[in-house]
């Protein structure tokens, strides 16, 4: 049985950078990104156990699909009492994220949980298309607000619904 995957974003699914204030149950972190620089992030501490136990529910595979890369362990996961996940790697100039998320998923189902899937229509339609024979959730998540339990129940749904 192929495991299905769950891809998540940083900033605006986890991080609700465009919340004015920011929605309940988010802390703030300083995270250092310079000698003396530090950037602030919002998280919910709860969106750990929630993301697991969605992972278990459906048997799914957590991973980064983030401009944080490997940082998203060091700097995120902990905070949110996440264990190391697998990143997707994406240096593609072309194309945003849709190339290298469709190397990594391959033929595996996905929820992918993305607050830019606005970005480059043409490839993510392009992207969609090719995975039609497969359980393809892009599921929007608005930056102001971050992931809510509706997210994860569309989570469900996607993979209760098809192959």
């Not at 996961?77 to 990143?87: A, C, D, I, Q």
Request: aromatic share 10%; proline share 9%; glycine share 8%.
């Amino acid at each position: 049985m192929v495991r299905p995957l769950v891809l998540l974003d940083v900033d605006g699914p986890l991080n609700p950078w465009a919340g004015t204030p920011k929605p309940a149950n988010y802390r703030p972190f300083d995270i250092k990104v310079g000698w003396r620089r530090r950037l602030r992030v919002w998280l919910d501490p709860g969106h750990g156990d929630q993301l697991k136990r969605l992972a278990e529910e459906t048997g799914a595979e957590l991973a980064w699909a983030s401009s944080w890369l490997h940082r998203a362990n060091a700097e995120i996961g902990p905070r949110l009492g996440l264990p190391p996940l697998k990143v997707v790697e994406f240096h593609d100039a072309h194309g945003w994220k849709y190339p290298a998320v469709a190397r990594y998923a391959h033929e595996r189902p996905l929820v992918w949980f993305d607050d830019d899937f606005g970005l480059h229509p043409a490839r993510r339609e392009e992207f969609v298309h090719k995975r039609r024979h497969l359980t393809t959730a892009l599921i929007h998540v608005d930056p102001g607000t971050g992931i809510s339990a509706r997210h994860l129940d569309e989570a469900r749904e996607a993979f209760g619904r098809n192959p």
